[in-house]
């Protein structure tokens, strides 16, 4: 019921769909047996077992990410051209991140702040932060290699996590993150 546009409402309720399908065939179980618990900040977790999973869906593309006994963080997103990149880069990423974006040949920054974002998403759903987290206060790589640059106040987190770029098709830009 939050969802204003059908399209968007029957999206979710498909990706949903399919995430307890998934996860019933992983765990040999009926979906609707399945159940669920939330974190702090929202993450969605089995109330039982070792899988961890996340979902992440965008236009009409859903990515998936299942693990045994570590956290995973998935995002995709369809590279809209209507976003106002460079105002979003300038108020929400973090300096090392603008000035990589702005250092980016022109024809190129539009992917690159979109594998920025994914990056950054990625990273916060697999710890299980969503926004409560700034986006300034970690870097994320935005050439083809992923990776977590930095993090403010703890340097080890950078070696606790694994990211990846993932290349859904053209017009999307995804990322994973793994704890491990």
Request: glycine share 8%; net charge negative.
């Amino acid at each position: 019921s939050r969802f204003h546009l059908e399209a968007h409402r029957g999206h979710y309720i498909v990706a949903r769909g399919v995430l307890r399908a998934l996860l019933s065939r992983y765990l040999d179980r009926p979906p609707e047996a399945l159940r669920f618990i939330y974190g702090e900040h929202g993450k969605p977790a089995l109330d039982e077992g070792s899988l961890c999973f996340n979902v992440s869906h965008s236009h009409v593309l859903a990515l998936y990410a299942l693990s045994r006994d570590r956290q995973v963080g998935v995002d995709v997103e369809y590279m809209r051209k209507k976003v106002a990149r460079e105002q979003i880069a300038e108020r929400f990423f973090a300096a090392q991140e603008v000035a990589a974006l702005q250092a980016t040949a022109a024809e190129l920054q539009e992917a690159a702040f979109f594998k920025c974002w994914t990056r950054k998403e990625a990273y916060l759903k697999a710890r299980g932060d969503g926004i409560s987290l700034p986006l300034d206060s970690f870097v994320v790589a935005l050439g083809e290699e992923a990776a977590l640059l930095r993090y403010e106040g703890d340097p080890e987190e950078v070696a606790r996590w694994s990211l990846w770029g993932v290349d859904p098709g053209l017009g999307y830009a995804a990322a994973l993150c793994a704890e491990g």
